[in-house]
T-cell receptor
Framework: DQQVKQNSPSLSVQEGRISILNCDYTNSMFDYFLWYKKYPAEGPTFLISISSIKDKNEDGRFTVFLNKSAKHLSLHIVPSQPGDSAVYFCAATSALNAGNNRKLIWGLGTSLAVNP | NAGVTQTPKFRILKIGQSMTLQCTQDMNHNYMYWYRQDPGMGLKLIYYSVGAGITDKGEVPNGYNVSRSTTEDFPLRLELAAPSQTSVYFC???????????FGSGTRLTVV
């Protein structure tokens, strides 16, 4: 049972355009969401996060939007650059894990290719 | 500052052999995790630890064991390697707040 779903395995965009990566979740207890970026032969690195008390969080070229009623979040990258080409993982957790084990539930990832 | 160091980077094992994947961190993080990532799949949690002396099972613990005798080290042990354990293994750590995991660069294991 995949509680965090990234339904697009891959995405290709032109340099300078917007990249939109989507993530859906099924567990209504999730209240904190993160995006990680992974290059080949490296471990994932934390990119940006959002709490369920917000509907938007922005950090430079990266913005995450959260739609709680739809149980959907998206990562926008504007403008996209060739160096953004990587696999992007969506992850989620709940406050129940905050003082406990801090486990994350991960999506399967979306491979983004930004073409020059 | 090394962060999270995983060794070895690559290893080929024969069925039935055993090995230990090493993970060491120098950030004094309490939380440590072992994940595996199969091709085209997300990250599956094998074991985790919330502090020295405390470990617990994740989603896919069968065939693995861990120990956490110090804050710095969290080795993952495979006792009887099986082809199903062919995967890339990542160790991750977390400080006491937030969820910004720090990952090691991974160990690519092939069991033949």
């Amino acid at each position: 049972d995949q509680q965090v779903k990234q339904n697009s395995p891959s995405l290709s965009v032109q340099e300078g355009r917007i990249s939109i990566l989507n993530c859906d979740y099924t567990n209504s207890m999730f209240d904190y969401f993160l995006w990680y970026k992974k290059y080949p032969a490296e471990g994932p690195t934390f990119l940006i996060s959002i709490s369920s008390i917000k509907d938007k969080n922005e950090d430079g070229r990266f913005t995450v939007f959260l739609n709680k009623s739809a149980k959907h979040l998206s990562l926008h990258i504007v403008p996209s650059q060739p160096g953004d080409s990587a696999v992007y993982f969506c992850a989620a957790t709940s406050a129940l894990n905050a003082g406990n084990n801090r486990k994350l539930i991960w999506g399967l990832g979306t491979s983004l290719a930004v073409n020059p | 500052n090394a962060g999270v160091t995983q060794t070895p980077k690559f290893r080929i094992l024969k069925i039935g052999q055993s090995m230990t994947l090493q993970c060491t961190q120098d950030m004094n993080h309490n939380y440590m995790y072992w994940y595996r990532q199969d091709p085209g799949m997300g990250l599956k949690l094998i074991y985790y630890s919330v502090g020295a002396g405390i470990t617990d099972k994740g989603e896919v613990p069968n065939g693995y064991n861990v120990s956490r005798s110090t804050t710095e080290d969290f080795p993952l042990r495979l006792e009887l390697a099986a082809p199903s354990q062919t995967s890339v293994y990542f160790c991750a750590t977390l400080a006491g707040t937030g969820y910004g995991y720090t990952f090691g660069s991974g160990t690519r294991l092939t069991v033949v």
